[in-house]
């Protein structure tokens, strides 16, 4: 391992070549390497099992593999990673068989043991990834026994809970299912936390990239891997560059100096699109932006007054306005391209009747109430239009802006009141994914900590919409699965949840023309060692 010094000297070095002082008319970023520039103030963590950040999404892509991964080219398909085929049993059960070829970026072999560890890790550590796992029956006691290496090369996921493979498939295509080397881990493991410390800012991984350094807030290093299974990435490195101004990323991308930008306003991507050398991707999200409100508080878990708040949102001006590159409508929990959606239901301005029903509700003088967001964009302008939307129905939100851990970290501990937040599917071409992750709370104990789910999080609680969920699920029949998820969408909406989705999420970026094979991924899951200039 080289000294942090060295890595140190390496990296100012590096970053100074892809910001030298070239002349504006001439500035470019060298060929070898892809320069990344975003507002890194919530890339908190790289622990693939412990992060659901979009800036985090993107280092991980590139540092781990996937038994299996999404085609970023077609929508919902999964293709092998470092499991080159699976097959499932009757009962569910999956056999995946693992290429001989993958090394880690010690140079050590990967084997099924290491793919056990790495989804055990989650569940016996309580990590935010563990959501996933937990709501399909796992636990700490029962993962040795379902989670197993049939043989050197042949992982085992056994059932718990009866589920779709296919689900189980897709969700582990996210950071979740990151395979990390046990026995990097095992090294830097301190009183058998698994590696928790240590992993969330190293990598012990086995992608086209390697870790070199990282920064916070400044900037971040990945360097190509040497004999990688897939073929060596095409850009010796890749640097990433805290810039959370847009105008700045604006500049320096029409410069030259950057050769991706990301969380632009939409005033700099309307300026960018007319640029011939400059191309705006727009990628179609899995999820929504969205007001959600905390049961546990007295006043929203009156169901009354969450349904007056649903009348106090201007989702079409937000939408047109401040989200015209960042989403488009979408306000019921399953968008229209997505079977088990639910036509004419959802939510519709109307301040006046807002404000009525809050009277109606025995609050004729409005409320009081913090709202948690990101600094980033757009969260923070978000915030801004909802708190102006409530306040004419005398509704007072006091915002409070922050990184990833100072606003999604109370809520995933059940201590706020309201937020501006993201969602992100498990499944994004499946109901299930999109159902699951805003309606299912199968344990609304604290204790339970399934911080995953958007419901727990915010105390909603329903086991009519549970047992529907749960049900389609476990069966195969599309038709019956469709009609069982509307159902369930249904008996939500009519219980006045606690979520409020404002947008169906567009994540829009600007790159440079030159770049060939940028393929970005539809769950944040970008890989660039494709990528060539």
Not at 41 to 65: G, K, M, W
Not at 379 to 392: F, G, M
Not at 437 to 456: G, I, R
Request: charged share 25%.
């Amino acid at each position: 391992m080289k000294s942090q010094a060295f890595k140190a000297t390496l990296l100012a070095a590096l970053v100074a070549l892809t910001i030298g002082s070239v002349p504006t008319a001439t500035a470019a970023t060298p060929k070898n390497q892809l320069i990344v520039g975003f507002n890194m103030a919530n890339l908190t963590s790289i622990d693939p099992h412990n992060t659901n950040s979009i800036e985090s999404h993107h280092v991980i892509a590139n540092v781990y593999d996937n038994l299996v991964r999404l085609d970023p080219q077609n929508r919902g398909k999964l293709i092998p990673g470092v499991a080159e085929s699976w097959s499932t049993l009757d009962d569910g059960t999956i056999i995946f068989k693992l290429r001989k070829n993958v090394t880690f970026h010690t140079g050590r072999k990967m084997t099924a043991e290491d793919v056990a560890y790495s989804l055990r890790r989650s569940i016996k550590l309580g990590l935010l990834g563990a959501s996933y796992l937990k709501q399909w029956g796992y636990t700490p006691q029962n993962v040795d026994e379902k989670f197993y290496a049939k043989d050197e090369y042949t992982f085992v996921l056994a059932p718990a809970d009866p589920l779709s493979p296919n689900l189980k498939l897709m969700a582990l295509t996210r950071t979740v299912g990151a395979i990390v080397d046990k026995e990097v881990i095992a090294k830097n493991e301190k009183d058998g936390d698994m590696g928790r410390a240590w992993l969330a800012s190293h990598e012990a991984g086995s992608g086209p990239y390697t870790l070199v350094q990282w920064n916070p807030n400044d900037v971040l290093l990945m360097t190509r891997a040497k004999d990688y299974w897939g073929g060596n990435a095409k850009l010796d490195r890749v640097v990433i560059r805290h810039l959370p101004e847009s105008q700045v990323e604006r500049l320096q991308l029409e410069k030259g100096d950057l050769d991706v930008a990301m969380q632009l306003v939409s005033a700099d991507i309307d300026g960018l699109a007319k640029n011939p050398k400059i191309t705006i991707e727009r990628v179609l999200g899995s999820g929504y932006y969205y007001l959600a409100f905390s049961m546990k508080d007295p006043d929203f878990a009156k169901p009354e007054v969450r349904r007056a708040l649903r009348y106090c949102i201007d989702y079409e001006g937000i939408n047109s306005g401040i989200l015209k590159n960042y989403g488009q409508v979408g306000n019921s929990i399953v968008p229209k391209d997505i079977p088990g959606y639910v036509p004419n239901i959802g939510n519709k301005y109307d301040p006046a009747k807002c404000k009525k029903d809050l009277v109606a509700a025995g609050y004729p003088n409005g409320l009081k109430k913090q709202l948690l967001a990101l600094s980033s964009v757009p969260y923070s302008d978000i915030a801004t239009a909802v708190q102006q939307n409530l306040s004419k129905a005398g509704v007072t939100a006091e915002i409070r802006t922050g990184n990833g851990d100072q606003v999604y970290g109370p809520m995933r501990n059940r201590q706020f009141e309201m937020i501006i937040g993201r969602t992100g599917s498990s499944a994004p071409t499946d109901p299930d994914g999109w159902v699951r992750t805003v309606a299912y709370n199968p344990d609304n104990s604290d204790a339970s900590k399934l911080s995953n789910l958007q419901a727990w999080r915010e105390s909603y609680f329903s086991p009519e919409v549970n047992k529907l969920i749960d049900e389609a699920g476990s069966i195969n029949d599309e038709k019956k699965r469709a009609e069982l998820y509307a159902k369930a969408v249904t008996l939500y909406e009519e219980s006045a949840p606690p979520f409020i989705p404002i947008s169906r999420f567009i994540d829009p970026f600007a790159r440079s023309s030159a770049l060939k094979n940028y393929h970005p991924s539809l769950v944040g899951m970008t890989r660039w060692n494709e990528v060539e200039k």
